[in-house]
């Protein structure tokens, strides 16, 4: 079946860039989605990227997705604390209107 | 808020109960998703319903998980004879269920612990 690995912490001080790194195996996904998931609050959708499209931007947030190695990253630009939260990556056939495979998340830690 | 809401929000049982956990979709929202998240885990699919029926149930672990959508709004998934592993928080989500137009809304999710 499906499935999408992340490594499960990541340490950054505040100010720096954060990468977040995701595979799947799936090669017939075709959206691919960050979530951010905070203490006592539901998962959020931060982004989602097309499987034809290799880049996107949003504001301090880009995600370039290299489609031929199943890899996937988000990149948040000058990390504030209120970033701190699980990010997962999720993959899926079809833009909300089927099930996610989602990763087991990566617990993103600002040091100040 | 108008967002997608789950009761309770806490739930302990003991082991062999049944137990019934509801959600609010987003009004209008005709697809509606349960997940069930592990601790340290991320969320995994359990049923997808669009409108009243239910489209996928291929997540549901067994048959002592069903769960329900009679007038295409509210939802409940009904677990009996509840055990120890069934203890997580259960998500639910809503979304306008139109193909390549239905971002998913996630509630808080409902902590359900079997003792």
């Known amino acids: 079946g499906e499935d999408v690995e992340q490594s499960l912490f990541l340490s950054v001080r505040e100010g720096d860039s954060s990468v977040i790194n995701c595979t799947y195996t799936?090669?017939?996904?075709?959206?691919l989605y960050w979530y951010k998931q905070e203490p006592g609050a539901g998962l959020q959708l931060l982004t989602y990227?097309?499987?034809?499209?290799d880049m996107k931007q949003d504001q301090r947030l880009t995600v370039l997705l290299n489609k031929k190695d199943k890899h996937l990253s988000l990149r948040i630009a000058d990390t504030q604390t209120g970033d701190s939260a699980i990010y997962f990556c999720?993959?899926?056939?079809?833009?909300?209107?089927?099930?996610?495979?989602f990763g087991t998340g990566t617990r993103l830690t600002i040091i100040p | 808020g108008a967002g997608v809401s789950q009761t309770p929000s806490n739930k302990v049982t003991e082991k062999g109960k049944y137990v019934e956990l509801r959600c609010d979709p987003i009004?209008?929202?005709?697809?509606l998703y349960w997940y069930r998240q592990s601790l340290g885990q991320g969320p995994e699919f359990l049923i997808y319903?669009?409108?009243?029926?239910?489209?996928?149930d291929s997540g549901l672990p067994n048959d002592r998980f069903f769960a329900v959508r009679p007038e295409g709004s509210v939802s409940t998934l009904k677990i009996q004879r509840t055990e120890r592993g069934d203890s997580a928080v259960y998500l639910c989500?809503?979304?306008?269920?139109?193909?390549?137009?239905?971002?998913?809304?996630f509630g808080e999710g409902s902590r359900l612990t079997v003792l």
């Open positions: 319903f669009q409108g009243t029926g239910a489209a996928d």
């Open positions: 799936d090669s017939s996904s075709t959206y």
């Open positions: 999720a993959e899926s056939s079809n833009f909300g209107n089927e099930k996610l495979t």
């Open positions: 990227i097309f499987s034809n499209m």
């Open positions: 009004s209008g929202h005709t697809a």
């Open positions: 989500a809503s979304s306008l269920g139109d193909r390549d137009g239905g971002e998913l809304f």
